[in-house]
């Protein structure tokens, strides 16, 4: 190799490496993925919310890892509260129906989420809104709870473009427990809406919060954010076991990829991507210069059509004309069967007949001239070639009206 060319490898190694570097003392993007997830981390996982409860709640708070109906059905008469909080709690019909169930023994259900169950919400008198802020740019909603009792301060919220607000509420049923503010057009007026209700069912109780962000890492640690946050709690009950969903979860709770600990590790990614690329450059070139050529193999000619020309001409030189005409009808009416899809029993059947005729793209004079010919040679002991000519020309032009030509 030249002298030039070196000096390009060597400049282009150089150039790789700083790029390699750069990359590698690149900040961390933040991970904003909504997980709720309660050992994650990341803004909008939930590690110190239940850091929280662990505090607030010593020895009360459990880990629910598996689906509320399994918990609730198989496991006699667990009495307490049981904590939702996701991006979306979708429950299904009979899970559903366990949990109010259960809640009408007298206890308690916390959901926190921006959306809800049809059935949950006809079942409650309730109904849900879109809460645009639409009057400025920077989408700002401020969010507080009403009871005076817990002298909770209004916070501001700045990371999402819409919320959710309770729209419809049964008043003489429902307790109102927090509200959202925003800016509902140009003139700067500011509209409240609810987002956080309580209601009792049956001897128990059911607290619906439209605002699941506020159990985030992110929000609660956020400025002064922890006293809207605990106000929320205040709202489980006194007493008793507090079950912390781990099942309705945006965010995988365990990752089963043995490529996650390469991948989510800054020193194994790289590795990884160097012996990726050291992969590649041996590649490029060192298969060059030792790979073998290839040998062209011809594929394989395909000989049926000159077989089954020696075939025809063998028959047609021993003047065998009636079982040529044998096989070249019993051909035909399989590809009637095959290509058409109709029943070839009775050739001089006019329903066949007409059935024929629409199918094959041909006249019913056309289709009643062939079968008749194919009746009649059938019966024939003796058949001349221009008779199997005639079969032969009337057979390949009904083929060519079924394929249009």
Do not use: C
Request: aromatic share 14%.
């Amino acid at each position: 190799m030249s002298k030039k060319g070196w000096i390009y490898i060597v400049l282009g190694g150089l150039a790789l490496g700083i790029i390699f570097v750069m990359e590698y003392n690149k900040p961390k993007k933040v991970n904003w993925f909504p997980s709720f997830v309660s050992h994650h981390k990341i803004p909008y996982g939930t590690y110190v919310l239940n850091d929280l409860m662990e505090t607030y709640f010593p020895n009360r708070i459990q880990q629910v890892q598996k689906p509320p109906f399994e918990l609730l059905t198989r496991t006699d008469s667990i009495q307490g509260a049981y904590f939702f909080v996701n991006e979306s709690v979708s429950f299904e019909e009979a899970e559903l129906n366990a949990l109010l169930e259960w809640v009408e023994q007298g206890n308690h259900l916390f959901v926190a989420s921006n959306s809800f169950e049809r059935k949950l919400l006809d079942t409650l008198n309730l109904d849900i809104q879109n809460v645009y802020n639409s009057g400025q740019l920077e989408p700002i909603f401020h969010y507080q709870l009403v009871n005076p009792k817990l002298q909770s301060p209004k916070v501001k919220y700045t990371k999402d473009y819409y919320t959710t607000g309770f729209d419809q509420i049964d008043t003489l049923r429902t307790t109102i427990l927090g509200e959202v503010q925003a800016k509902g057009d140009s003139t700067e007026t500011i509209k409240k809406y609810v987002n956080t209700i309580k209601q009792t069912f049956g001897k128990g109780e059911i607290v619906l919060s439209a605002f699941p962000k506020a159990f985030t890492n992110y929000f609660i640690l956020k400025d002064n954010n922890l006293e809207y946050t605990a106000g929320l709690l205040t709202y489980l009950p006194k007493k008793g076991p507090i079950f912390m969903d781990n099942f309705h979860k945006s965010g995988k709770s365990f990752y089963t990829s043995p490529m996650y600990l390469f991948l989510n590790t800054k020193e194994f990614k790289w590795a990884y991507y160097l012996a990726l690329i050291g992969a590649l450059i041996y590649i490029v070139f060192e298969g060059k210069r030792k790979q073998r050529a290839i040998p062209v193999v011809p594929p394989l000619k395909n000989q049926t059509l000159a077989f089954t020309r020696t075939i025809a001409d063998m028959y047609f030189e021993k003047g065998e004309l009636q079982l040529i005409t044998k096989h070249k009808t019993e051909y035909f009416l399989e590809y009637l069967r095959t290509k058409l899809h109709v029943s070839t029993q009775n050739l001089e059947d006019e329903t066949f007949l007409k059935h024929l005729a629409i199918r094959g793209n041909s006249t019913e004079e056309e289709v009643r001239s062939l079968m008749g010919l194919i009746v009649n040679l059938r019966t024939k002991d003796h058949i001349t070639e221009i008779e199997l000519q005639n079969l032969n020309n009337k057979i390949q032009a009904f083929k060519a009206n079924v394929d249009g030509k």
